[in-house]
């Protein structure tokens, strides 16, 4: 099977070329600039109408229509359940595993955003805005911390998917002012994660691609 991965140096394309690397798949880097608006190119919105990276194109060659896939958790999803991989399958530590993956996809990374668009981008920058933002993130990251005060990964005793989801957002800390230091426990968790090498080779993708 040819795999197409088309993203930028952005946190939910290194979830997908991390979660790529842990399965130990083979798979082309097509890169997206983002800051180019790339992501409209028509080429691109024929994968996805959105205009969002990451892509993911599975193309099994052997005539059938490539599978088109978009949306980060999707992706992720995806490819554990395919690849057997970083997911249980006992139910209960499935819906745990499930749980923590949630809160990466629907607060951890959004909110993680968020800030960095109130802290950096925006032309102007009420402190309203910025406050909320970043009372946001404060929130969800002393609800990691708490949760990797008992267990060492995020669904539980195992690394999995959710630790993958997570991770790209955590290394984008300081988009929302963030110090790793005032959560002990999600520091360990980081450096933990960050030391694993399919990790490592998953962040540095696609290569020579930087946020600016």
Not at 40 to 50: C, G, Q, V
Not at 64 to 75: H, K, W
Not at 77 to 101: C, G, K
């Amino acid at each position: 099977m040819q795999r197409t991965f088309y993203g930028w140096a952005t946190p939910n394309s290194n979830r997908v070329t991390v979660m790529l690397e842990e399965c130990g798949l083979d798979y082309a880097v097509r890169g997206v600039n983002i800051r180019k608006r790339e992501q409209f190119a028509p080429d691109i919105l024929a994968l996805n109408p959105y205009g969002k990276v990451p892509i993911l194109v599975e193309d099994a060659q052997d005539g059938s229509a490539p599978l088109v896939l978009f949306e980060s958790g999707a992706i992720l999803l995806h490819l554990a359940e395919t690849q057997n991989a970083l997911l249980p399958h006992a139910a209960r530590a499935r819906a745990e595993v499930m749980a923590w993956l949630m809160v990466a996809l629907t607060s951890l990374g959004p909110y993680t955003g968020q800030a960095h668009h109130w802290t950096d981008l925006a032309a102007e920058k009420p402190e309203a805005a910025r406050g909320y933002s970043l009372a946001l993130v404060d929130r969800v990251y002393r609800l990691l911390d708490g949760r990797l005060a008992q267990v060492p990964f995020l669904g539980g005793a195992a690394y999995s998917v959710a630790d993958v989801a997570a991770y790209p957002w955590v290394a984008r800390a300081a988009w929302a002012e963030r110090d790793l230091a005032t959560t002990p426990h999600l520091a360990r968790w980081f450096a933990a994660v960050g030391a694993r090498p399919a990790v490592q080779r998953g962040m540095a993708q696609p290569q020579g691609a930087r946020l600016e």
